[in-house]
């Protein structure tokens, strides 16, 4: 059996491993060739059990597979009456809640093709994908979305119509265009009364090898592409899933990462499908750590930006403890550290050690995991974005191992993933054996080949050419490489790569992971190219620098004023200069500034994920730039 199937072993040996319980299913078989059949048939045979909770007004609504399959039936009926013929493009504009996952399952058992949008977007945005995709309908989340969605509209002759999932503050708005998904699914239940068969009957036509989703990149060095996937591509995708990181109906998840971008689609909602696993949708991005303590996942999955707030949430806390709560914690990390180390570097670990990591959890390690709501977990995921191998460390001393996977929009989501029986924090894992993984000898980039490689970009067939080579292989962008046991590193993306005028090769990456590290910073993008030394541009994480000149008196009257505040600018030189120390003199960063605007995702800075663009960052910032070379 694959070692990933069982990873609790080595760590349960240690004493760290004992939060889980009994252990998934490895064997689940929900049949079917496309997301609609597996859809349906796991409708039927999960029927009362239930699939997905949304905390609304205070209180935690539960769906269960029937009634989302009735609700599914109604929108896909509607979606049919209202003439959307196979193979036609739907949007979602919307955040991560329960109707979105309605809508994309929807849409797809009527034979349709969906495509989400980010809720950030801008209406400029919203109308270039509806245009690109040909959408012919757009759900959209409230009135805040639909707003975005009347501005383009007369720009867009093939929207024929926009339904609104919450109708609040738009009780006595009219529009022939427009449609509540009440409405919708109103129209769908007439539809079935007449032909009740009508949604499984064209759910039946669809087949493995038709387009089902489109998933637009990030467009960091361009316009968005629209990344094609096809029913294949998706349902064997998430089977290889179960073999990467098991999970079975017992499994608690949280959903609450854009559903438009590749990683809560497929390790969210379809593989949540394809399992069984309760999906739990968070009141809104704000609440999240709230709504993780009360949902404690048995899986938690999310990106490096996530993790490193709970990791800054932390160390505020314990900056504003007694003595007596530091020391118990400074003493009971180390302790956790000793045994994650041994048991990473496959060591044996003494009775002594085991019964003194029994005490640092009931004195600090456990309410650390309580607080963070991790404490029933049985392993966090991370990816997405390449993440600080120190904050591994520190997930894994407090007995909670985090397991990375590599993946892109192209190759479905996870390629790679890291076997939670040999953790190697700075690795993204051994290649998944669904796909084949490997570095091109001539240039350093990582290859990847596999039925879960997309089919292309919509439109563009030159772009798909130059990305999928003669012999299938995806070319990724990732320069890295892979050691003796199989275990791939990502040292950087091949455009990013650094080197000064003095002709040193740098990883930007590397230093830009170690100072988001720190609870103070961010974002950061280290520049340097054909330039004499290093420097960087760092965006402030704002709720705890604010609180670090509230504590020490540092007076500011707005976010511009707070970065240009000099404490401020000497807290940030501080936690460079701690970066600074772990590497060579020619890698150190010698000056910085602060990003003086606070950021949105509506910003043109930010990707959708909250990303700072590189080139677009320095293209914008560059006679500040200029100017730390010229002092």
Avoid at 84 to 111: F, P, Q
Avoid at 257 to 268: F, N, S, V
Avoid at 314 to 341: D, F, H, N, R
């Amino acid at each position: 059996m694959n070692s990933r199937t069982t990873p609790q072993r080595p760590y349960r040996a240690a004493g760290l491993w004992d939060t889980a319980g009994i252990q998934p299913r490895t064997d689940i078989a929900v049949p079917g060739e496309t997301i609609p059949e597996v859809f349906w048939n796991a409708v039927d045979a999960r029927a009362d059990q239930v699939w997905m909770r949304q905390k609304e007004l205070g209180i935690w609504r539960t769906w269960t597979w029937r009634q989302t399959g009735d609700a599914v039936a109604e929108i896909s009926a509607g979606l049919i009456a209202l003439g959307l013929a196979a193979g036609e493009c739907v949007s979602i504009l919307s955040n991560t809640v329960v109707e979105w996952v309605l809508a994309d399952l929807a849409v797809l058992s009527c034979g349709g093709v969906c495509s989400g949008i980010y809720p950030t977007d801008a209406p400029v945005q919203v109308h270039y994908l509806c245009e690109d995709s040909r959408t012919r309908v757009l759900f959209v989340e409230d009135d805040e979305q639909l707003d975005k969605a009347l501005e383009v509209r007369d720009r867009l002759p093939m929207l024929d119509r926009i339904v609104v999932f919450d109708m609040e503050g738009l009780r006595d708005f009219q529009d022939p265009g427009v449609m509540s998904l009440d409405q919708l699914r109103a129209l769908g239940r007439q539809h079935l009364q007449a032909s009740p068969g009508a949604v499984r009957e064209r759910a039946a036509l669809c087949k493995p090898d038709d387009l089902a989703i489109l998933v637009y990149t990030s467009g960091t060095t361009g316009k968005p592409k629209g990344a094609m996937h096809s029913h294949h591509g998706l349902v064997y995708t998430v089977r290889g899933y179960n073999t990467l990181i098991a999970q079975d109906e017992r499994d608690e998840r949280m959903c609450f990462l854009p559903l438009c971008h590749i990683a809560e689609r497929m390790g969210g909602e379809y593989f949540a499908l394809y399992t069984g696993s309760v999906l739990n949708f968070v009141e809104n991005p704000e609440t999240v750590p709230e709504n993780v303590r009360e949902i404690a996942p048995t899986v938690f999955t999310a990106v490096p930006r996530v993790w490193e707030k709970f990791y800054s949430a932390v160390m505020i806390a314990l900056k504003e403890a007694g003595p007596v709560q530091q020391a118990a914690y400074a003493w009971s990390i180390g302790v956790g550290e000793k045994i994650a180390a041994r048991v990473m570097a496959g060591e044996p670990v003494g009775g002594w050690l085991r019964l003194q990591f029994r005490i640092a959890r009931a004195l600090a390690l456990d309410n650390v995991r309580t607080l963070i709501g991790i404490h029933r977990a049985r392993f966090l995921v991370t990816g997405a974005a390449p993440i600080s191998p120190d904050l591994v460390r520190w997930y894994l001393a407090l007995g909670v191992p985090m397991l990375e996977v590599w993946g892109m929009t192209e190759t479905c989501g996870a390629s790679t993933g890291m076997p939670a029986a040999r953790i190697k924090p700075g690795s993204i894992g051994q290649a998944a054996g669904y796909n084949e993984v490997r570095i091109d000898p001539d240039t350093g980039e990582i290859l990847v080949r596999g039925p879960n490689v997309f089919m292309g970009y919509l439109h563009l067939p030159e772009k798909t050419a130059e990305t999928i080579d003669a012999d299938g292989w995806l070319h990724t962008g990732d320069v890295g490489g892979v050691d003796d046991e199989g275990f791939f590193r990502i040292t950087d993306r091949m455009k990013d790569i650094i080197i000064t005028a003095g002709g040193k090769n740098v990883t930007p990456s590397e230093l830009e992971n170690e100072l988001k590290f720190s609870p103070y910073i961010t974002d950061a993008v280290v520049i340097g190219d054909a330039r004499p030394y290093l420097t960087v541009i760092v965006m402030i994480d704002q709720e705890n620098v604010e609180k670090y000149a509230q504590d020490n008196d540092v007076p500011f009257s707005s976010y511009e004023s707070l970065t240009r505040a000099a404490e401020v600018q000497a807290l940030i030189q501080a936690e460079i200069d701690r970066v600074n120390a772990k590497f060579a003199r020619v890698e150190q960063i010698k000056k910085f500034f602060l990003l003086e605007t606070q950021l949105s995702a509506e910003d043109e800075e930010l990707t959708p994920t909250m990303k700072l663009k590189r080139k677009l960052v320095q293209t914008k910032y560059a006679q500040r730039i200029d100017a730390m070379y010229r002092a």
